[in-house]
């Protein structure tokens, strides 16, 4: 199957690529419509079964969804910041503008907590 200069690589079926379609193609030549020994119908041009994971690493391969994981993971990585910062701005420090790591954060948000409920028993 080629593609012709305004038609995009998407538009082939799972990732399919040319050489596959090809292949395909001559085997669709090669099989015949009668029932082999020991089958009782015809036989199926569809993909061999392939296993869970094998159907799985084939999805993860393509383009497309290695594109979308990459959007949520950005989205994922961009709201644990805003948290942070969000956490950051509740704690006392000095200077108040003070840059911390993520750890130092947590740290520092426990000993704050402790601090508060040492002051709430006394």
């Not at 990585?77 to 790591?101: G, H, I, Q, Y």
Request: glycine fraction near 4%; charged fraction near 30%.
């Amino acid at each position: 199957m080629m593609l012709s200069p305004d038609q995009a690589d998407s538009d082939l079926g799972w990732g399919q690529s040319d050489a596959e379609s090809v292949l395909n193609d001559l085997k669709v030549g090669c099989l015949s419509d009668e029932p082999m020994e020991g089958e009782g119908k015809t036989r199926s041009l569809a993909q061999p079964n392939l296993s869970r994971e094998e159907k799985r690493r084939r999805r993860r391969a393509t383009a497309k969804y290695r594109s979308a994981h990459a959007t949520r993971e950005r989205i994922r990585v961009e709201a644990f910041n805003v948290a942070f910062a969000e956490l950051r701005k509740l704690l006392p420090t000095l200077p108040p503008d003070k840059k911390l790591s993520k750890i130092e954060i947590l740290r520092l948000a426990i000993c704050y907590i402790s601090y508060l409920n040492h002051v709430l028993d006394v």
